[in-house]
């Protein structure tokens, strides 16, 4: 049972004044970016939301949807929005680790007849990393980015490199091709703070882009946002005050998850293999925060748990035959959980 907040935790869960400012030029700033985006993106306004929310909580992402809907586009579009470096892995079957991190390569020094290796840079040394079709390459593979995820950090041989910041990975998936890919290891996936699924467009946003897609015209992008402003509001995001009682409310969610505790509710010891870990709570928190900031509040409030439950806990769920049988997907029972803790 999650208990509401009394008047004076709420009265001390109160931003900073310093702060009230800030916030007020990072919303006015992401109307802008959703303006510059839109013109080149028509439709997907959830998804450039989310992708936003996400950046926003210092985040990566991971975008899964089938073609054709603007994945790769959206993410470099973002890139010149951001004015960010950006980089572009596709990866394949045949793609090495190295080709990822960068290696040694055996250079000319200036002393005549004496050679040296000098460590080559690779694509994951960038501000944005679009890994496309993440799932196309081994496992092997798909592990050289989690230190990189994870710490921002590159080893490679005797070599270590910090990455320089911001730093996201914007990974995507095609969802139904199936043939020559591999499933990303739980690690990996727990690495992502979001799963965000890109649907088809409405009937007149595809009418929309069979107009304005097809002319010779190619919008050039404004640069809405630097790096280092960036790095300045994901900083404001973590300041924003979460009152007491919404840590239980995150806390009572992601424990709902797991079917391995004796209070499970009977259908999560039914259809869930495994729960969501501590990751997901700070995930939801942060989520929370940066969702709060941009939709026009000044602390976390329930529903801006609720905006990002979803693509936190999709991919931190796995169901079991019981659940598959039945048609019930880790989507249905994260709207389930949520509606069960409020009802407690």
Known sequence: MVSEASPTAEAAAQPREEDVEAIDRLREL???????????????????????????????????????????????SLSEVMHLNFSRIQFTP?????????????????????????????PIFANIVLADEINRTPPKTQAALLQAMQEHKVNAGSHTFELDPPFFVLATQNPIEQEGTYPLPEAQ???????????????????????????????????????EELIEFQNLVRRVPVPDHIYEYVVEIVRTSRPSLPDAPDWIKNWVMWGAGPRAVQYMILGAKAQAVLSGSYLVQTEHVDAVAEPVL?????????????GITSKEIVRRIIESVKKD
């Open 94 to 122: 045949d793609l090495m680790p190295s080709d990822i991190t960068g290696t040694d390569i055996l250079q000319e020094t200036e002393q005549a007849g004496r050679r040296a290796f000098e460590f080559i840079k690779g």
């Open 189 to 227: 996936l727990d690495r992502f703070m979001f799963l965000i699924e890109v649907n088809y467009p409405s009937h007149d946003e595809e009418v929309r882009i069979g107009r304005e897609t097809t002319s010779g015209d190619t919008p050039t992008l404004n640069t809405v946002i630097t790096g």
């Open 314 to 326: 999709n991919h931190r769920i796995l169901t079991n035959f019981h659940a598959e049988s039945e």
């Open 30 to 76: 992401h109307q802008k970016i959703r303006t510059e985006l839109a013109r080149v993106i028509i439709g997907q306004d959830d998804v450039i939301d989310k992708l936003l929310v996400c950046l926003f909580a210092r985040g990566h992402a991971l975008l899964m949807g089938v073609p054709g809907l603007a994945k790769t586009m959206l993410i470099h």
